[in-house]
Each structure stands twice: as C-alpha cells, then as structure tokens.
C-alpha cells in the first residue's frame, strides 16, 4: 500500500543530523556542503550511494533510504497527469 503525500526523505535526515551543521555533517559524510543542502531542502534525491553513506553514519539500513525515496518518488509521480496504459496481452 503506498503512504499518503510521503515525506521527502531530506526531511527524515533532518532529525538524523539533530544540531549538528550541513557543513559539518557534509564533511563527516565525504561530500560538498551543497550536495546535502540539496537533499536536506528537498531539491535532490538519495542516490544509492548516498544510502550507503547515511547507513554507515547513522547506524541504519541503505534501503531504509533509498525505501523512502522510492515511496516519495513514487507518490509524486502518481500525481503527475499521463496517459493511459492499457494491459500487455500475452501473444
């Protein structure tokens, strides 16, 4: 069952990094203060690597990362306006 207007997951990691800064939380995950920014605001997505690096950080699973942008993903693009598809018959 897909969840309801599913939190970006940039949110999540917002309660992950707690009071620490982007930029010191960027430079303890190896990558730009920007890069985090950009998840953290909701304007990027959490790669598979990425999974990995927040995994390791925060003592968490890569699919628990890469689960919610999935779900969010998907829900934003069940949004979306598209034309119909129609089932594949077997030939």
């Not at 390791?56 to 999935?70: D, K, V």
Request: net charge positive; no cysteine.
């Amino acid at each position: 069952m897909r969840m309801f207007n599913p939190p970006h997951p940039g949110e999540v990691l917002r309660e992950y990094l707690g009071d620490r800064s982007v930029t010191e939380a960027a430079s303890h995950l190896g990558i730009t203060r920007a890069a985090l920014s950009r998840i953290l605001n909701g304007a990027a997505g959490i790669s598979a690597e990425m999974a990995l690096r927040f995994s390791e950080a925060f003592g968490t699973s890569p699919e628990l990362w890469i689960g919610m942008q999935s779900q969010y993903d998907l829900w934003r693009a069940s949004r979306k306006r598209r034309r119909k598809v129609t089932p594949l018959v077997a030939a």
